[in-house]
């Protein structure tokens, strides 16, 4: 009653200003008094669509405004191309011109009314009062929108976090984790002594150095477990008979992140932290990157690739989604998750293909061939099976001969991966098919008509087979031909440019007025995070990424190959990669909620459903395609 | 709002403020060459005890200014005259302003006279304002003997006069509210609807620059002929 009391001391429109920046960052951190002094000195303007509301004309910049209802474009011109970008979005909430009230300058961007258009401004000396005054309001306008963007990726942290409270995070440098001054010892040891200096200084691993300190092996309790279980040799040999040879090694400087990767690829589970001479300087073992046990990546990739049965295979997939769960606790990234699920996934395939080898050879070499998003390793919870076989013809055998052997194994693969969890691929793309079980020479043929001829329908196919990559066999063959691929995709144009017109038809989720646009089937108010969302970013940086010669297959990779090569503009590249990373953050959140709930994977989402925060940034995002999009429509004047 | 009142008494008690009696109060001003990008208009909405000027009352007042185009919330009316709920006919209780501010049984005038001041005479806009002129000359006449008229212009004129092809769903604040997208903070709430109708004024305001409108008095013109007109096709 005492605040209610305390409330109508203030005009109703007053209060309901508050109300209303109380809904926004940085407001809903603003104190109430600074809020009042806010609403009781802000003048309410109407702009309707189309009326320019500050421009450089206007000179240096005096109010400062928020958006109470409608949009704000900024527009630049573009002297090159003779035309108008918008270069960025103002919805509900949201603040400007910062940088210019700031600086005390004109603003560079003409800023244009989208729709009926309500905004609140304060005069300069009312904004110094509040930027003095509260510190919120201050750290907001002196960090400008980055801000804004720490916030949404804290509260994805947060919220996972909430499982597993601990605040380690990935990017940290390996040197915070590294244990300095590790045990070490020369390879003439008798094993003895150095289990002996292990106990003594209670750890469970010891790096064997030449004199020079390079580390030239390491031995671990687990080694000394199956030497005497298998009695290869006795306590009294020298170490470096039975250490583990040249140790996984990594910079000072490489992050937790790679640390975590390295050694869930290779199954170890202590790193050596050198320096620049390839000097010890530390050790990093798994328990200490996740003090946590829960958190158990390594391990975790162990027990799938030393598997003895499909059944443990599909025990552990629900560990690898708990698992994401806590990475995304310890501040991994969207682009470092699903490298990760990437990983398992790939650990799993090999896997299920060798315990087949083992059971049935089907007695002639291949490689495993991943396409679309496992290619690209950007896989989330929900995927399934695109894959392929590339052989090389025995003597005295014809392709159809092999492709007998293979396709029976195949079969059988595809089935037991489809246990595993990834689903049977309705388009039938898989190895089992025997239109993707190809010799190298057939694969050659296959793009040539693929690239050659290109017809509407083979574009479709084009975000599956051009992201390609080897999980399991041999790579040599795989690179040879990627070559070929990459060099006649260069030399045709018409292929480019229907390339182009096909990912220009992929549209970002929003209408021409920077509504969500939702998918129109079935499903009402909803959009569809992977279509909608991530695949403009995808289809759009391939056709660029194949057109300049870059080999890497994944999105964000191959976006920093296309900066070095002066094709994106690095402040684009940035904003873009920002861009897709968070719509593949709050799609993996939702993954994980709809698990908890035990409701079947989808990546339709409700925006109503999200917060204020996430709704804004979902729509930048959203607009940042659009802005891929418009490069890809200059470039190849679609 | 309370705290102006306060100090506007204290200062017309102190004999600071010149003559403030009812006929001293600034006169209205009649629609002439007034810039409508310039000119201060008045935006108002009463709220009252029921539908009939002749014997139900005004409780609250709410008002909001527009000036050079623009709503200035400093430069705004909020005030509760009377808590019906109380059922004191006479002494009415301007909540919240302690009794040693005010000059005991002249509440209401005292905060009349306030108004009229804050007014200065400015052109006044209400939603139906009909209504609302009839309430508050009664009011102004009943406690002040007030007589002189103010210029009052209708929005519920204004709006269809500048959007003939809107399609609303009738012809009330809410409709043209939900038309143009606003949100009501409190409806019924005299300041909140006061603020709600001085907003779709601005949305007017901006077509009637586009249509090429610049005075008060090619304003005021239009709504003339566009009433006859109505009044017409209601024949």
């Known amino acids: ?638 | 709002m309370l705290e102006q009142i306060r100090q506007w008494i204290e200062r017309r008690r102190a004999g600071q403020t010149g003559n403030t009696a009812p006929e001293n109060m600034p006169n209205p001003k009649t629609p002439g060459d007034q810039l409508l990008s310039e000119c201060r208009l008045i935006v108002l909405d009463l709220e009252t005890t029921g539908l009939h000027p002749a014997k139900d009352e005004v409780i609250a007042v709410g008002a909001v200014a527009i000036k050079g185009g623009a709503i200035d919330l400093s430069d705004q009316f909020d005030l509760i005259l009377k808590r019906p709920e109380l059922d004191i006919t006479k002494t009415v209780l301007i909540h919240g302003i302690g009794p040693e501010a005010l000059t005991q049984g002249h509440e209401t005038e005292d905060a009349l006279l306030f108004l009229l001041e804050w007014m200065n005479g400015d052109p006044v806009l209400a939603y139906h304002s009909a209504f609302d002129q009839k309430f508050l000359e009664k009011t102004l006449k009943a406690e002040l003997g007030y007589t002189q008229n103010h210029t009052w212009m209708d929005v519920a004129d204004i709006l269809p006069a500048f959007f003939p092809d809107a399609l609303t769903k009738g012809k009330g604040l809410d409709n043209w509210a939900d038309h143009f997208g606003l949100e009501v903070s409190a409806r019924h709430h005299a300041a909140s609807d006061a603020l709600a109708t001085a907003e779709l004024t601005l949305i007017a305001l901006n077509k009637a620059r586009k249509n090429g409108l610049k005075t008060l008095r090619e304003l005021h013109d239009k709504l003339r002929y566009q009433r006859r007109l109505k009044d017409i096709h209601r024949i």
């Open chain 1, 1 to 638: 009653m005492a605040a209610a009391n305390q409330d109508t001391t203030r005009p109703q429109n007053t209060r309901s200003i508050m109300g209303f920046l109380q809904a926004h960052a940085p407001f809903s951190n603003m104190d109430d008094d600074h809020l009042a002094h806010f609403a009781e000195h802000a003048t309410l303007r109407f702009y309707a669509d189309g009326d320019v509301v500050l421009s450089a004309e206007d000179g240096i910049v005096n109010r400062f405004y928020v958006v109470k209802q409608g949009r704000i474009r900024g527009e630049r011109h573009n002297e090159k191309a003779e035309k108008t970008e918008t270069t960025f979005e103002i919805s509900q909430g949201e603040c400007f011109p910062l940088a210019a009230i700031i600086g005390e300058r004109p603003t560079r961007t003409l800023h244009r009314a989208t729709g009926d258009t309500f905004c609140l401004s304060i005069e300069q000396n009312t904004f110094v009062t509040l930027i003095s005054e509260s510190e919120p309001f201050r750290d907001f306008c002196l960090r400008g929108v980055s801000s804004l963007l720490d916030q949404v990726n804290q509260r994805i942290q947060t919220g996972a976090m909430a499982s597993i409270g601990s605040s380690i995070s990935l990017s940290t440098p390996l040197e915070r984790y590294a244990h300095r001054n590790p045990i070490v010892c020369s390879p003439d040891l008798p094993i003895r002594k150095a289990v002996a200096r292990m106990h003594e200084n209670n750890v469970g691993s010891i790096v064997i150095t030449d004199d020079s300190r390079h580390p030239t092996g390491i031995f671990t309790l687990r080694d000394l477990r199956t030497m005497i279980a298998e009695e290869t040799c006795t306590l009294d040999s020298p170490v470096r008979q039975t250490m583990t040879k040249n140790p996984c090694c990594l910079r000072a400087h490489a992050d937790a992140f790679d640390a975590a990767m390295l050694m869930a690829e290779h199954h170890f589970a202590h790193l050596c932290v050198v320096d620049e001479d390839n000097r010890l300087i530390g050790m990093v073992s798994e328990r200490d990157l996740f003090s946590l046990q829960r958190v158990d990546l390594v391990n975790l990739a162990r027990t799938i690739g030393t598997a003895t049965h499909l059944r443990t295979l599909v025990s552990l997939r629900t560990d690898v989604s708990r698992l994401v769960d806590a990475m995304m606790a310890h501040g991994a990234d969207s682009g470092q998750v699903v490298k990760i699920i990437t990983t398992l996934n790939d650990v799993t395939v090999r896997r299920v293909l060798e315990l087949n080898i083992k059971k049935n050879d089907p007695g002639i070499p291949f490689t495993w061939l991943t396409f679309g998003s496992e290619g690209r390793q950007e896989q989330t919870l929900l995927t399934d099976q695109d894959n392929g076989i590339l052989f090389q013809t025995p003597e005295g055998m014809t392709e159809d001969q092999v492709r007998e052997k293979l396709l029976p194994f195949a079969r059988v693969v595809n089935d037991e991966l489809a246990e595993c969890g990834f689903t049977l691929c309705k388009g039938n793309i898989m190895a089992s098919n025997p239109k993707l079980c190809l010799s190298d020479r057939e694969w050659d043929d296959w793009f040539v008509r693929f690239i050659d001829a290109s017809t509407p329908q083979n574009l479709v196919y084009s975000s599956i087979f051009l992201d390609m990559r080897a999980v399991f066999g041999p790579k040599e063959q795989l690179d040879e031909l990627l070559d070929r691929v990459s060099t006649r995709v260069r030399k045709n144009a018409l292929f480019q440019k229907m390339l182009a017109g096909n990912a220009f038809q992929r549209k970002p989720a929003l209408t021409m007025f920077r509504n969500f646009r939702f998918v129109s089937e079935g499903k009402k108010h909803s959009l569809d995070l992977k279509r909608q969302g991530l695949a403009p970013f995808v289809e759009a940086v391939r056709v660029f990424a194949l057109a300049n010669g870059v080999k890497s297959a994944n999105t964000l990779e191959r976006m920093d190959e296309l900066v070095e090569k002066e094709v994106f503009e690095a402040k684009d590249a940035a904003a873009w990669k920002d861009a897709y990373s968070l719509i593949q953050a709050i799609r993996m959140r939702s993954h994980q909620e709809m698990l908890e709930r035990g409701e079947e994977l989808s990546n339709y989402i409700d925006p109503d459903d999200l917060n204020q925060l996430d709704r804004r940034i979902l729509r930048e995002s959203f607009r940042q395609a659009q802005r891929l999009q418009q490069k890809l429509e200059v470039t190849y004047q679609l």
